[in-house]
């Protein structure tokens, strides 16, 4: 099946417009048809062996994300001390979270131990399985774009929480927890480009042919 020139440039469209959300939700439901898109979307990343090691846990309640709520805030506090003095008063003047805010959480997760210990492609690297479910997230951040819904990717939240939160068994891996939902809009830039943070680095310093050079 080829892809025609429309279709081409819808893809780039959508990835050069996603974007972490982690505000201006709003509280329209995501309908079932478009949440399963987006499910099945991750469902055929490509992985390793074709294991397809990911599982998700979907979050609606309020009673759950309160307590999901209340893990980022103490992480956000421990993470805070991390930064300079300089540093500090700005990531704590960020949003980088939405997790009350979005109609939606996925907590995506990675089973190392799905179809046997020997899996094709993991024999020399076995955090292949973890790649493939990051790209299992990639498909659903572009498939939510898609549908113009905000993604966002908490980060800021230890594992033991969202373990005990979620009934997540120790064998399982806690790869991510997601917000998802409608918004109001949509940035033009990446909040943390837009605000300072940094800028985004110029590809051409990023580019080696044959072996790796000192380019910075």
Not at 166 to 178: C, F, H, Q, S, T
């Amino acid at each position: 099946m080829k892809i025609n020139d429309a279709e081409r440039d819808a893809l780039y469209k959508v990835i050069f417009s996603r974007r972490d959300v982690r505000k201006d939700f709003i509280s329209t439901p995501i309908p079932n048809d478009v949440l399963e898109r987006i499910l099945k979307a991750g469902h055929h990343a490509p992985s390793v062996g074709f294991m397809q090691p990911w599982d998700f846990i979907l979050v609606t309640e309020d009673q759950t994300k309160n307590a999901l709520k209340k893990g980022y805030e103490s992480a956000s506090l421990e993470s805070a001390q991390k930064f300079s003095d300089e540093k500090r008063g700005e990531y704590q003047s960020l949003k980088l979270e939405g997790i009350l805010e979005a109609p939606l959480g996925v907590c995506v997760t990675c089973d190392r131990e799905r179809n046997g210990p020997v899996v094709i492609g993991r024999t020399i690297k076995p955090e292949m399985d973890l790649y493939s479910t990051v790209c299992a997230i990639q498909n659903m951040w572009l498939a939510a774009r898609a549908e113009n819904i905000g993604l966002g990717w908490v980060s800021i939240i230890h594992d033991d929480v969202l373990r005990e939160t979620l009934g997540i068994p120790d064998n399982i891996e806690i790869i991510a927890y997601l917000c998802l939902g409608y918004v109001s809009n949509f940035n033009d830039k990446p909040e943390l480009e837009e605000f300072g943070w940094l800028p985004r680095g110029d590809i051409n310093q990023l580019i080696h042919k044959e072996k790796w050079t000192n380019k910075a």
